[in-house]
């Protein structure tokens, strides 16, 4: 079945901190992966996205992540996190896989930073 | 500017009074969809639609409707509310599922 894991819920960092949120899918056939972000009281918008090519992929806001096909992992980093990242972090994979017409989600990453 | 609108923002209704829920989308995207977001259960596809007059129901679609008369369009409709459709709403937009998707700025539903 397809699916995506975020397993963690919530995370607390301090402001200047290294980031990292996990995400691991389960996906039929070569996976379009992404990541977004939704700001309190906001719609999401896009962070960064990997079809192809290098698995290392830079996004917007400093972030970045790295795809590794071999764990079915797609995590996201930055390596300084501003108290303006505190957010709501979503993974998302979409694609061919058989009928497949839609994006399948993970939970959220509630992200809270310390000053 | 590129932007999917939906209106209203906020909304409170009672049981059973019919609402409808707009959104529109200026990039002439073929893929939309509604999405429904709960505390600790994500989001949640209600409907979508590959194109005009195409629409298919997403993980939710119950007590939902909607239609695709326009490309630019795709409203939300709640025949008989119920309070467990009280929820925080999203429509979104794509060219298709490998593309980034745009999604509005919510509609935050209360039905009492």
């Known amino acids: 079945a397809q699916s995506v894991t975020q397993p963690d819920i919530h995370i607390t960092v301090s402001e200047g901190a290294s980031l990292e949120l996990r995400c691991n899918y389960s996906?039929?056939?070569?996976?379009?992966l992404f990541w977004y972000v939704q700001s309190p009281g906001q719609g999401l918008q896009l962070l960064l996205k990997?079809?192809?090519?290098d698995t290392l992929v830079q996004g917007i806001k400093g972030f970045e992540a790295e795809f590794k096909r071999s764990q079915s992992s797609f995590n996201l980093r930055k390596p300084s996190v501003h108290w303006s990242d505190a957010a709501e972090y979503f993974c998302?994979?979409?694609?061919?896989?058989?009928?497949?017409?839609?994006?399948?989600w993970g939970l959220g990453t509630s992200l809270a930073v310390n000053p | 500017e590129a932007q999917v609108t939906q209106n209203p923002r906020y909304l409170i209704t009672v049981t059973g009074k019919k609402l409808t829920v707009t959104c529109s989308q200026n990039m002439n995207h073929e893929y939309m969809s509604w999405y429904r977001q709960d505390p600790g259960l994500g989001l949640r596809q209600i409907y979508y639609s590959m194109n005009v007059e195409v629409t298919d129901k997403g993980d939710v679609p119950e007590g939902y409707k909607v239609s695709r008369k326009e490309k630019r369009n795709f409203p939300l409709i709640l025949e008989s509310p119920s309070p467990n459709q009280t929820s925080l709403y999203f429509c979104?937009?794509?060219?298709?599922?490998?593309?980034?998707?745009?999604f509005g700025q919510g509609t935050r539903l209360t039905v009492v």
């Open positions: 979104a937009s794509c060219r298709g599922l490998n593309t980034e998707a745009f």
């Open positions: 990997y079809f192809s090519g």
């Open positions: 998302a994979v979409g694609g061919n896989a058989g009928n497949n017409r839609k994006l399948i």
């Open positions: 996906y039929g056939a070569t996976p379009y």
